[in-house]
């Protein structure tokens, strides 16, 4: 009660802002990683294209690294209008009733960016963010951060490693199988709040891209990490539905255009800031990184294999099956 009656107090005041301020759009951009994460920075760059296409009359305003709303909170400030845009991690639909996009979280469902583009770039994409508008929500673009890999405070070689480990996963009920399916033990904790999780051994391990795992220091809490690459965490940028469509049809297509360019962005900076975060990991001397071989890497697929057949019903079988067919995966075939 106390958030949302905070968060209807923020609204009030930002109806007042846009009142007194007709010549100038604000558009609130909250996230809730680092400002130097391949999102923070798509977000800035998206702030920069969109005063200079719409010639100042939009500002964005971005809002890092939990600084307005946490994972649990930021959907629901979006929802009533507290904040215009956000960019949340495909797993966070699930619990808002589109159950469909925890498909992004089926493992080893994507070998790379290539076929991972297929899917959020081409139709399958589109119909998927269509998805959230009976929720108040419009589904602008697909970025990307990267595939995941497994850390601990022990070696991880084969999937019985995490055995029993107490492992920090975002809310999803695929990313819970995916867990159990290797023996660990399914932990849904806030982003935020990972690294001191870590740091006190309230869970062992987790699963991030590399450049989240760096920038919020996690690898000085990890002795531990294993390039498994074996999921994909990716973001949808969304704007709340009544805004969007009360815009101005000319600055609503210059926000477009801006939302193209910074998605390129976002997806070529996704890939160059985890390899460089890999380096910055492997120089700190804090962590052991460890390539499994292809048959360690084959063991983690078959492990995982059976979490395609046990979650198909939840994101719905024909979506699963109009994947596979883009991308050429097929679990029984491991």
């Known amino acids: 009660m106390k958030f949302r009656n905070a968060m209807m107090f923020v609204l009030a005041l930002g109806i007042s802002g846009v009142a007194s301020a007709a010549d100038e759009i604000v558009i609130k951009f909250s996230h809730v990683v680092a400002a130097d994460t391949p999102k923070g920075k798509a977000s800035e760059f998206f702030a920069k294209k969109a005063a200079e296409l719409t010639k100042g009359k939009v500002k964005v305003e971005v809002y890092a690294n ?67 508008e009976p929720k ?44 159990r399916s290797i023996g660990g033990l399914p932990q849904v904790m806030a982003f935020s709040e990972v690294y001191q999780a870590l740091q006190t ?25 294993t390039l498994t ?30 939302m193209k360019e910074s998605t390129v962005f976002a997806n070529k900076i996704a890939q160059e800031e985890n390899n460089t975060a890999l380096e910055g990991v492997k120089k700190s001397g ?10 360690e890497k084959m063991a983690f697929k078959k492990a995982m294999a059976p979490v395609h057949t046990k979650m198909a019903d939840r994101v719905g079988g024909e979506l699963l099956q109009s994947i596979y067919k883009e991308t050429g995966f097929d679990p029984n075939k491991l």
Do not use: C
């Not at 080893?108 to 081409?122: M, N, R």
């Not at 051994?201 to 690898?219: A, C, F, R, W």
């Not at 804090?286 to 048959?295: F, L, N, Q, S």
């Open 229 to 258: 690459n074996h999921g994909y965490l990716g973001y949808a940028v969304i704007v709340n539905k009544k805004f969007w469509e009360g815009l101005p049809a000319d600055v609503r297509g210059q926000l477009e255009q801006a």
């Open 66 to 132: 939990s600084a307005l709303y946490k994972d649990k909170e930021e959907m629901e400030a979006l929802q009533i209008g507290a904040v215009q845009m956000l960019a949340p991690s495909l797993a966070k639909f699930g619990p808002l009733g589109a159950k469909e996009f925890e498909v992004f979280d089926f493992p080893y469902i994507f070998d790379d960016y290539a076929e991972l583009h297929k899917i959020t770039q081409g139709p399958i994409g589109a119909s998927l963010l269509a998805k959230l």
């Open 286 to 295: 804090k962590t052991t990184v460890y390539t499994p071989t292809k048959e």
């Open 201 to 225: 051994g309230v869970v062992d391990g987790t699963e991030n891209p590399i450049s989240n795992l760096y920038t919020q220091k996690m690898h000085e809490v990890q002795k531990h990490l």
């Open 136 to 179: 108040g929500i419009k589904g602008l673009a697909f970025w990307d951060n990267g595939f995941k890999s497994f850390s601990a405070n022990t070696p991880i070689k084969a999937p019985t490693d995490l055995k029993g480990k107490k492992m920090r996963i975002q809310s999803s009920k695929v990313l819970e199988e995916e867990i």
